[in-house]
């Protein structure tokens, strides 16, 4: 991948941010100090940085792509009320991978399993409104 002082940026943006930030919030953040700056040229060069294996792309059926700077296989959360997404810390498990080739006669090159429910900030203030 040819360098470039814009993605480097915006790599730096997504590990600053462990929030995993959508484009549109890598956007936002870096627009103000960088007038110049496009979000074309943050969509493009996110993809790019997934691509090369800098960054994890997070498909969200529905809503935007979001980006994590960890690359360890790992699972995520989206709270169904922020849309804040964080990181499940449970081990990935490959012999899922193994055993649905094994039942489906497919091979798995990947996965993109999201979970679904309320963060720790929604789950407090929905306990403490009932």
Do not use: W
Not at 115 to 128: E, I, M, P, Q, V
């Amino acid at each position: 991948m040819i360098y470039s002082k814009q993605r480097e940026l915006i790599l730096k943006t997504v590990l600053e941010n462990r929030v995993h930030p959508t484009a549109d919030a890598v956007f936002s953040l870096l627009k103000p100090d960088h007038p110049g700056l496009s979000l074309a040229t943050v969509y493009r060069n996110l993809n790019q940085l997934a691509e090369n294996g800098l960054l994890m792309k997070i498909p969200v059926p529905g809503g935007a792509d979001h980006f994590d700077g960890t690359l360890e296989p790992h699972y995520h959360m989206v709270c169904e009320k922020c849309g804040a997404m964080v990181d499940i810390p449970r081990e990935y498990v490959p012999a899922f991978d193994r055993e649905v080739g094994e039942k489906t006669g497919c091979q798995i090159s990947g996965y993109a399993i999201l979970f679904y429910g309320l963060c720790k900030n929604c789950a407090s203030s929905a306990t403490a409104s009932s």
